[in-house]
């Protein structure tokens, strides 16, 4: 199962990674929905002064910098910090959300310990997200397998020594073989204005099942050619692509239909999702 880098809090995203044995929380973020500034880096930048002249110098220390996913798709080195010092930041900005979010904070940061110990939480956890969004059983089951499928294929690209980039440029790939086009394409035709929204999520259960397909093919052939590098790595892609493309086309005969089509799954939108948090 995929952990889950977003953490979502009245709807509002807030990126994560697990990093040493915990939860490191995107400070921008966190500080974009306590304190609904227009500018929430500007924000921040004062706020990191405050907090110095307040006392807390540790903060160059206690806040580190990761590679998270920004909004133009790139992963950018972005200031984050664990629960602990979190609550520290969130004592020093004035907002009614602030008693709310220490209690959603204590909350998901508890989450990724407990799947440790029992694995089926996370499942069930996703289980719950999708359901409240307003997803049937057998769509979501469709999806489950595509995150697990997912998840081998990333863990396989990095062992056969991917890097952060490669990982947009082999998906791009995959779709563009499989639908003949890449991920912007695929999400202008679904109409996916929200760059952290998941592009899977918008998809049909062929969909899914077409795209679960190429994925689990290519990390096949990964294996079988014993491929290394990008150029290698992309090869097996486009070839595993290309058998599934094949295969969508030849169900789109059949059905009358195209498999990827303009509508979103349920046509599911930002206005019509059911509040996560509380």
Known sequence: MKENKLAIFEEKEIRREWYNDDWYFSVIDVVE??????????YWSDLKQKLILEGFDEVSEKIGQL??????GKMRLTDVANTKTLLRIIQSIPSPKAEPFKRWLAQVGSERLDEIVNPELAINRAKETYIRKGYDNAWIEQRLKTIDSRKELTENW?????????????????????FDMNTKQYKELKGINNTKRNLRDSMGKLELAITNLAEVTANE????NNSFGLQELKKDVKEAGG???KARKEIEEKIRKKIASKKNYKNLTDTNIKRLSK
């Open 67 to 72: 590679k998270l996913m920004s909004k133009d």
């Open 158 to 178: 990095k062992q056969r020594g991917a890097k952060n980039k490669d990982y947009a440029i082999l998906t791009d790939e995959i779709y563009r073989s499989t």
């Open 243 to 245: 058998i599934t493309g």
């Open 221 to 224: 052939m990964h294996d079988i």
């Open 33 to 42: 929905v306590l304190s609904e500034s227009s500018r929430p880096r500007k």
